[in-house]
Structures are given as C-alpha cells and as structure tokens.
C-alpha cells in the first residue's frame, strides 16, 4: 500500500517535472525571435504578419501577389500572408462561420460575399470600419454593395469588386449567321437553336445549374425578368404564377428547347467560363471576370466575345443578380489597426484599378468606370456601369443564407424534373415563411 500511495506520487511529481519542461519549452519556443511559430504571428523583432483569406483570385496569383508587395513596401514593419479559400461561395461561407462562432484569430482580415456581411455583422464577428471612409465617401461606391455592408448607419466592410450577372456572346457567330444581341429569352432560344443547328459541336447557351448559391442567383435573373421575385416587404411570395413560368422555362431550355446541354445541372462558374473559353459555346451567363481571361493571348475566343445584359422576358425588363466580395476586419484579431490598413489599401482607387487591369474584377467605386486605361483595355466597362448600377440585390438580411439553404434544392428539383415548378415554389414559400415567422 505505501508502496503503491510511494509509486503514485513518484508518477505525479515524474509528470509534473514533464508539464513543467514543457511548458519552458513553449515559452522559449513562443518568446525566441525567428522561431517559426513567433514568425508566423508576429514575424522576427518587431514586423507583424496579418493574415488575409480570400477565395481563389482569378488568373495568375503573381498579380495578386505584386499589390500585396506593394503594400508591404509602403508599409514598413507590416506583412500580408494571403490564404486561399476553395472558389465556391457556401464553401467559404462554411469555414468562417466554423471560426468566428469559435472566435478564431487565423485571419485578420476576410473576403466576404456580398450576402453574407448582414448575418456576420450581426453575430458580431466583423469589427466596425466606419472610420475608414472619410465624410460622404460612401457615395463614391455603387449603392448596391454599400447598402449590403452598412447596419444602422455603421459600416463593417468596405467594398472591394463588384459582381453583376451577365451574357456573353460570340460575336463571330452572330455577325456570321446574321443575328443580333438577343434581347429576350425567346429570341435568345431561337438564334441559339438556328446557329447550332448549323454549327453542331457548339452548345447554344450555358449556365450555372449546380444546387448550390450561384443557382440561386441564376435563377432570381430569370424570376426577376420575369415580374416575380422571392420577398416583398419582408414577406415571401414565392408561389406564383410568374415565377412557376420563369423556373419551368429553365428546365426547358435543357428538355425542351435543347440549347442547354444536362451538364449544367452540376456546373459552377469555372466549368462553365472553360467550356465558352475554348469556343464550345455560343451564349453564357457568367460573372464579369471572364471577359479578361478571354481576351489574354492564346485564347480561342480572343476578339470573339461580346459582353451584354442578359435577357428578358417579353414585356419586363433584364435583371442581373447583384454579386461581389467586400473586405471586413475579423473582430477577434489582435492586430486591428495594422488589418484596417490592409482593407483600406486594398480598396482604394489605385489597387482596384490595378486588380481591375490584371485579373478583370470590377471595381466598386464608380469613379473607375471613366479611367482611360481600364476603358482602352476593356471598352465594355462603360455598359456594365448601367447593369451595376441597376443589379438586384438577394434579400439584404441577416438570414439570407437560411433562405438560400431552402431555395437551393427546390430550384434544383424543378430543374431536374423531380418536382413541378409549381411544387417546388409552394415548398420553398412555406419553408421560408416558417423561417421568418410568419404563420400559413
Ligand atoms: C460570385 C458572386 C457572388 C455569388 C457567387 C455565386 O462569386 O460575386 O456574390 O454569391 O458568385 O456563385
């Protein structure tokens, strides 16, 4: 027995000898300079590394690269490790709200979708950047985005590029055959039927059919081209005639008018910006970002392709989906000043434009829409003005995503035929009304 209590406590004091070498070995660890735990946070003697994450930026990461070296320059003491995010947006979403509901510090600064900033501010994961717009700065921004990152007059993002969806087209093969830009679904149904029938291994018009956000979004541009839209006044008001017609026409284009090859049914953005790239198809709907890599030498499509507003239907007006991405500081970091300094560089006229030039995403400040050099590079950017301009948002709250949640596989079903139209609606709209309260 007093062996044993003997055995018991040389184990204890043995352990305690270990906790305590241990943690000496963390404090050296944490406290010698250039140790590789110190150099990842606070970088050797006095620098401080923030950490940025983004989804994957467009084209080459060297561009991206370069404005972070800029920064650095003109910031002496600070460094940017920038982390890259899998490129879909419910991916993304998915991480931070795992990190900053534990109160993660891996990140200083965020890239947020637009859709997003209500419910992050709300949780109270992003800091306040309000002092980093000076008097009536906000006016500079297109209004779509700035209403998306303001709460109670406060701002907790800063927007960064805009997103608006679009149609791009060949104009080869429309000046060939001889037809113009289609301004309704319809026309857009017959010229893509007659231009492939003449030339067969094109496909007449893809899209982004994936059950995930960029779904939503794609289907919303059809609803809202067609007088429907998914809350009025707070209040759902999705099971209506206009929008059954606006997601059945959908499904149709695959079924029915056949211009829409089945494997857009699992196709994102990516997918569908390398099909139209290497010449398979004659009209996409996409985000702007496409044009650029188009247009870079090489490319099958170089001088080949039109950038348009997207259809609608007869007697309603074209309707593009709001999109893009705003910078917001992670509540919980411990470098707030040096983060806030990052997003104000990063948002600026200077790197907008220079991200505008190298990777062809669109700024959000309204004044670049009239800079000479972007004009010579990339002429269409006066007619995307208007379609920013004019951009439907999502629903701006805090439970978009929750929305987004119950669209996502009702649109998908109706799109594969599993449910009418009809069905899907009338689910999607007690689920969302569930959501919001408001009893049947
Ligand atoms: C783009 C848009 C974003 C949208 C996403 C959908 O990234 O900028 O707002 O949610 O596409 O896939």
Not at 228 to 252: C, I, K, Q, S, W
Not at 346 to 358: C, D, F, V
Not at 383 to 410: D, K, N
């Amino acid at each position: 027995m007093q062996d044993e209590q003997n055995r018991v406590s040389r184990r204890t004091a043995g352990g305690t000898q270990t906790l305590a070498v241990l943690i000496t070995a963390v404090f050296v660890l944490l406290t010698v300079p250039g140790c590789a735990f110190d150099r990842e946070q606070h970088g050797p003697s006095d620098e401080t590394t923030i950490i940025f994450k983004h989804g994957k930026i467009a084209g080459d990461p060297a561009t991206f690269r370069r404005l972070l070296d800029r920064f650095e320059s003109e910031n002496p003491g600070l460094r940017v490790r920038d982390e890259t995010l899998p490129a879909s947006t419910d991916e993304q979403h998915q991480y931070y709200v795992i990190n900053l509901e534990g109160g993660s510090t891996d990140f200083d600064v965020l890239s947020m979708d637009v859709i997003w900033v209500p419910e992050f501010a709300r949780a109270g994961w992003l800091g306040d950047l309000s002092d980093l717009l000076g008097p009536g700065e906000e006016n500079a921004f297109f209004p779509g985005p700035m209403r998306a990152v303001t709460m109670s007059g406060r701002n907790y993002a800063i927007p960064w590029y805009i997103d608006a969806g679009v149609l791009y087209y060949r104009k080869d093969l429309l000046e060939k055959y001889g037809f113009s830009i289609p301004l309704t679904w319809e026309d857009l149904v017959a010229t893509a039927q007659e231009i492939t029938r003449r030339e067969p291994n094109l496909y007449g018009f893809i899209w982004q059919g994936k059950q995930y956000e960029g779904l939503v979004c794609n289907a919303l541009e059809y609803i809202w081209s067609n007088g429907g839209d998914v809350l009025e006044e707070g209040r759902p008001v999705l099971n209506t005639a206009r929008n059954a017609e606006a997601v059945r026409f959908m499904r149709e284009l695959i079924v029915k008018y056949r211009i829409t090859p089945p494997l857009v049914t699992t196709a994102i953005e990516e997918p569908t910006r390398h099909l139209f790239g290497s010449g398979r198809a004659l009209f996409m709907r996409n985000w702007p970002y496409a044009w650029s890599i188009f247009e870079k030498e090489g490319s099958a499509v170089r001088g080949k392709t039109g950038v348009a507003p997207l259809p609608s239907f007869p007697g309603y007006r074209t309707a593009s989906t709001l999109g893009g991405w705003q910078l917001g500081v992670n509540r919980f970091t411990k470098h707030p000043e040096a983060a806030k300094k990052l997003v104000r560089f990063l948002a600026s006229p200077a790197s907008q434009k220079a991200l505008a030039l190298s990777v062809g995403y669109k700024p959000t400040r309204k004044a670049l829409y009239k800079d000479p050099d972007l004009l010579r590079q990339q002429p269409f950017m006066t007619s995307l003005y208007g379609v920013f301009l004019q951009a439907r948002p999502r629903p701006v709250t805090p439970y978009y995503m929750m929305i987004s949640q119950i669209l996502q596989p009702e649109f998908s079903a109706a799109l594969a035929g599993i449910k009418t139209p009809e069905d899907a609606l009338a689910s999607a709209q007690n689920q969302v009304r569930h959501l919001l309260g408001e009893r049947p």
